[in-house]
């Protein structure tokens, strides 16, 4: 492990948190007030065309406004939602030692980090994270790293959270249908095509009580450069959305799951769909947790608008055409991920054609 990374039993003995895990000013200003989402019942919809429809109207003005709504009655087997997180409390109770097994390497998507100050030296995020690169079918990869890493006496969390991630992907594929639904495509499956045989990412985040809650952040003010993002939250809040010009806080709500508009769907939705600003913040006296899915769309696959998007005088492409492989690495390549990173992105992407043009006419 890296001699910077956090040990946060060891930061929580201290008086004071250091001053790397301190955040500007305009970053942790506090929130105003509870924003009110749309709760969207996925029981039965799509067999409903009334019922369909006002969940499509409501996602829709959600996803324009700030990019977020909740959704309940998911489908999901009784118990796996919490058995998900108390699983993720058993890992993050770990000795130092046995977390560090499956100590993320550089270069690689899964694996434990603390602090994430493997990568950054200030702004550090108050935060212990488990990320984990799933794909459907098998092999069972988010089962095999953990396994691989913690051995068969810790079986039952790589078998817990496999099996989570399966759920989460099915209801990705729910969520992507009601979302072509929600923009009136011709096509409602266009944008599940992109997801059926893409790849996501899994995170447990655990948030360790911090003695300045008011200059550290769980998670800093970002956009998910991904496409969708699902969040389980447990019962202690921390999930804040900029939205009417001010942060506002998401509060928990048993039984319903956060969904959140990424960097890659806003480009798909041709900029229509607003990428979610978000933050997490922490608390002095509690833990939390929460369980977070990102899809991605299959790493070869260019984002590409539906048609119907792009109709009419004046409609012409926001962002230019790219994969998620090409984003992906771009957000690895040492970029910290914010408000601007596909506007950032896009002027790379420019940036490297011209590199590319300029190699091939010179060996030609």
Known sequence: ?????????????????????FWPEKDVIPSEGDLELPIINL???????????????????????????????????SGLAENALETSSLFFG?????????????GNISGYTAGHSQRFSSNLPWNETLTLAFKK??????????????????????????EFCEAMNGLIMELME?????MGLRD????????EEGNAIFRCNYYPPCKQPDKALGVGPHNDPTAITILLQDDVVGLEVFAGGKWQTVRPRPGALVVNVGDTFMALSNGIYKSCFHRAVVNKEKVR?????????????????????LEGKEASRRYPDFTWHQ??????????????????FSSWLASESVKDQVVHKEST
């Not at 770990?94 to 550089?106: F, G, I, M, V, W």
């Not at 079986?155 to 817990?160: K, N, Y």
């Not at 690895?332 to 601007?340: K, P």
């Open 188 to 195: 409602r499956t266009y944008f599940r095509r992109f997801f």
């Open 1 to 21: 492990m890296n001699n910077t990374d956090a040990n946060f039993s060891l930061l929580q003995r201290q008086p004071n948190v250091p001053a790397k895990f």
């Open 289 to 309: 947790r929460s369980l977070v899915f990102f899809s991605c769309p299959k790493e070869d696959k260019v984002i590409v608008p539906p048609p119907e998007l």
């Open 327 to 344: 984003l992906q690495r771009f957000t690895q390549s040492g970029y910290r991920v914010d408000s601007t990173t596909l506007q950032n």
């Open 178 to 182: 009601l979302l072509g639904i929600s």
């Open 137 to 162: 079918g098998t092999p069972k990869v988010v089962e095999e790293f953990l396994t691989s890493r913690l051995r068969d006496e810790r079986q039952e969390i790589g078998q817990v959270f496999q």
């Open 43 to 77: 029981s039965g919809f799509l067999n409903d065309e009334t019922e369909t429809q006002l969940a499509a109207k409501a996602v829709r003005e959600a996803c324009m406004d700030h990019g977020t709504f909740l959704v309940i009655n998911h489908g999901f087997k």
């Open 94 to 106: 770990l000795s130092k030692d046995e977390k560090l097994k499956a100590y993320r390497t550089p």
